[in-house]
């Protein structure tokens, strides 16, 4: 595992409603203290910006910083295709919350904007969690891959450990989905679902800061797996997913 690169792909920066709050000096710092070398970064849920606003804030501040990586996150509700062909061409992603904006991630007037983001070439990092909502179950959001099979579409929070979603994407052969391994899963089923699906699948995402960078990382690094598919998770898997 010497030398590996580390990508963290689930960050937020910005000032959230909920009173959590990280700035990119904050996350960097942490970045150096840990040896991460590279971090997706988008917009929390803000109390004083809108996603959009705040995502191009992000985007013209680490601009020139190759260690943070800017996903766009935008309210579907607000967002026209052709507006986001152009926008994407200034971020390496896309990251959606189909709780936080509201809205039915399988509603077909939704699916011009998933075409765009497959053309772009670009992944889909989606917030995943049951809440005993239909809009934010990974069991519904992965149906998503089918439609797209060229998007790369990526589950946060490990689908929500949620077995039917990985037998789902075996049975269809779903080569185009991912999970980040941020908050809810455990080590036992990383290694699992590693052995399952292929650990090309898996990457390490730390979601802070609602969890701990550290914490999250220290996860991975005690994951009882070979050293090669330890560093696909830890940085491999995304920088291949990232074009970078």
Known sequence: MSGAMII???????????????????????MKKLGID???????????????????KIMEDVRGD????????????KMKAENLERILKDFHGVKLHSRAEDFNPLDKKFFPLYEAIEKSGKPLLFHTKKYH?????????VRIAEEFPKLKLVLAHFAGSQPLVFNYVEKNGLGNVYFDTSVN???FYIRSIGEKLGFDRILF??????SDQEVELLKIKKLEIGDDDKNKILGLNAKKLLNL
């Not at 995402?205 to 609602?210: E, H, K």
């Open 8 to 30: 963290d792909f689930h960050t937020h920066i910005g000032h959230s409603h909920d009173g959590s709050e990280q700035t990119i000096p904050e996350l960097e710092s942490n």
């Open 38 to 56: 590279k971090s997706v970064v988008f917009s929390i849920d803000d109390k004083d910006m809108s996603r959009e606003e705040l995502s191009f």
């Open 66 to 77: 190759d260690s943070l990586i800017p996903f766009f996150r935008f309210d579907p509700k």
């Open 133 to 141: 909502l239909k809009q934010t179950d990974p069991a519904e959001i």
């Open 185 to 187: 899963c455990t080590q």
């Open 205 to 210: 995402g730390s979601d802070c800061p609602y």
